[in-house]
């Protein structure tokens, strides 16, 4: 089945440290992919829907200033926090999908992110 | 608002019998759903889905119904497993939104020996 890539797991950083998180699609060609945020016993919040060569569409209340995503290829999105600070502790989770309709999203194993 | 909702945070049942997980959704616009298993500190891994044509999708022992007048879909693990227990999550789209998937909170199904 479709393999979806996140690195890296875990990251343990100072308040104030720039975290970069990879998501590649290893067998198949992503022209979106998605980057969504956990918090504990919550469901899945989707922050942003990245596309290959535009600009991440942002949902409400995400900081896009904040939370930098690029997508500069059909197998590479990445999503930076910027400043990252306590409050942004939590754990994130990309998602990436074919151009076709009907198609499932495949999600990667999630980077647990905790800010000191 | 919730526009799919799982209104059961929980479920326990003996394995070799069958679990049965609910999803309720508002948007009637939604036309693909899924199902998603997570563990815990993993991205959720697909499970099975439907188109809003049909009303019914077996994969094995994973049967998922869907109910377009009740807005109501369901998924039917049998037999269920201990292997089975994890946190079950519904998910649907729209293709006029961009396909983006909408969750459900979530119901963590634990099948006891």
């Known amino acids: 089945g479709a393999v979806v890539s996140q690195h890296p797991s875990r990251v343990i950083c100072k308040s104030g440290t720039s975290v970069k998180i990879e998501c590649r699609s290893l067998?198949?060609?992503?022209?979106?992919m998605f980057w969504y945020r956990q918090f504990p016993k919550q469901s899945l919040m989707l922050m942003a829907t990245?596309?290959?060569?535009?600009?991440?569409?942002?949902e409400q209340g995400v900081e896009k200033d904040k939370f930098l995503i690029n997508h500069a290829s059909l197998t590479l999105s990445t999503l930076t926090v910027t400043s990252a600070h306590p409050e942004d502790s939590s754990f994130y989770i990309c998602?990436?999908?074919?151009?076709?309709?009907?198609?499932?999203?495949?999600f990667g194993d999630g980077t647990r992110l905790s800010i000191l | 608002d919730q526009q799919v909702k799982q209104n059961s945070p929980s479920l326990s049942v003996q394995e070799g019998r069958i679990s049965i997980l609910n999803c309720d959704y508002t948007?009637?616009?939604?036309?693909?759903f899924l199902w998603y298993k997570k563990y815990p500190a993993e991205g959720p891994t697909f499970l099975i889905s439907?188109?809003?044509?049909?009303d019914k999708n077996e994969d094995g022992r994973f049967t998922v119904f869907l109910n377009k007048s009740a807005k109501h879909l369901s998924l039917h693990i049998v037999p269920s497993q201990p292997g089975d227990s994890a946190v079950y999550f519904c998910?649907?789209?729209?293709?006029?939104?961009?396909?983006?998937?909408?969750f459900g909170g979530g119901t963590r199904l634990m099948v006891k020996p």
């Open positions: 998602s990436a999908k074919t151009p076709y309709s009907n198609q499932p999203q495949h």
């Open positions: 067998d198949f060609q992503a022209t979106t």
């Open positions: 990245s596309n290959e060569g535009s600009k991440a569409t942002y």
């Open positions: 948007n009637s616009m939604f036309d693909y």
């Open positions: 439907i188109s809003s044509i049909k």
């Open positions: 998910a649907a789209s729209a293709r006029n939104a961009g396909n983006m998937l909408t």
